[in-house]
């Protein structure tokens, strides 16, 4: 069974940052791409970023190009998003999930394991 548990969420305001971080549990973890999503209230859940099994490719969306940074740790089984410059508009819970291979993808049929999320408030 593969567990996912984020942490780092909060408030800050408007141009702050925050640290998010994604453990895993089970032995494959490090064979696998992992993607951050986000849900905002009302909206549907959108893809943040993704990075492949050994850290060599990253994919972000457009909206946080520049300001996101994904990266990860295969021997502590984490994957962390540091979020620089953050909006109001990126206030949303926000998910780590495990995909069903290697490559990175943004669309989450392509994910087979799910984090319980945590929240992300930036205020103005």
């Known amino acids: 069974q593969v567990q996912l548990v984020e942490s780092g969420g909060g408030l800050v305001q408007a141009g702050g940052s925050l640290r998010l971080s994604c453990a895993a549990s089970?032995?494959?973890?490090?064979?696998?791409?992992i993607g951050w999503f986000r849900q905002a209230p009302g909206k549907e859940r959108e893809f943040v970023a993704a990075?492949?099994?050994?850290?060599?490719?990253?994919l972000y969306a457009d909206s946080v190009k520049g300001r996101f940074t994904i990266s990860r740790d295969n021997a502590k089984i984490t994957v962390n998003l540091q979020m620089n410059s953050l909006k109001p508009e990126d206030t949303a819970v926000y998910y780590c999930?495990?995909?069903?291979?290697?490559?990175?993808?943004?669309?989450?049929?392509?994910?087979?394991?799910w984090g319980q999320g945590t929240q992300v408030t930036v205020s103005s």
């Open positions: 999930a495990r995909a069903w291979g290697s490559e990175v993808a943004g669309t989450e049929a392509r994910y087979a394991y």
């Open positions: 990075i492949t099994w050994n850290g060599g490719i990253t």
């Open positions: 089970g032995r494959t973890f490090s064979s696998y791409a």
